[in-house]
C-alpha cells in the first residue's frame, strides 16, 4: 500500500546537521505509524525515530535532544533534521512506515532503499 523513497543522505562533519526526507505514495499514509531507522556497518538495524499517526513521537536515548522527526500528512512525506551529528551516526537511515505502536524492526511493513549518511571526525 505504501511505497518510501529516501533522500538528503550525505557526507558531513562532526557538529553539521542534515536534513532527510522520505516521500511516500499509495493509500492510507495518515493511518501509518511513520519512523526512521538506521543500520551502521556490523550492527542490527534500530530505531532512531518514530512519528505515531497523532502527531507524537518518540526518539531513541542515542539521538534524543539532536533528532527531531516530522511529518505533513497532506504532502505524504516524512522528514528527520539531524543536528549536532556525530561519527557514531554515520550508518544507512531508512524510512519506514507501520500498523502498530512499536519500535520493533520487524513490526514494519514497508521500507525505503535507504539513504546513506557519513559523518566525519
Known amino acids: 500500500q505504501v511505497q518510501l523513497v529516501e533522500s538528503g543522505g550525505g557526507l558531513v562533519q562532526a557538529g553539521g546537521s542534515l536534513r532527510l526526507s522520505c516521500a511516500a505514495s499509495?493509500?492510507?499514509?495518515?493511518?501509518?505509524?511513520m519512523g526512521w531507522f538506521r543500520q551502521a556497518p556490523g550492527k542490527e538495524r534500530e530505531f532512531a525515530a518514530i512519528?505515531?499517526?497523532?502527531?507524537?513521537?518518540t526518539y531513541a536515548q542515542s539521538v534524543k535532544g539532536r533528532f527531531t522527526i516530522s511529518r505533513d500528512n497532506a504532502k505524504n512525506t516524512v522528514y528527520l533534521q539531524m543536528n549536532s551529528l556525530k561519527p557514531e551516526d554515520t550508518a544507512v537511515y531508512y524510512c519506514?512506515?507501520?500498523?502498530?505502536?512499536?519500535?520493533?524492526?520487524?513490526?514494519?511493513?514497508?521500507w525505503g532503499q535507504g539513504t546513506q549518511v557519513t559523518v566525519s571526525s
Open positions: 499509495g493509500r492510507s499514509f495518515s493511518t501509518y505509524a
Open positions: 519506514a512506515a507501520g500498523r502498530l505502536v512499536t519500535t520493533r524492526v520487524d513490526a514494519y511493513d514497508y
Open positions: 512519528s505515531w499517526k497523532d502527531g507524537s513521537t
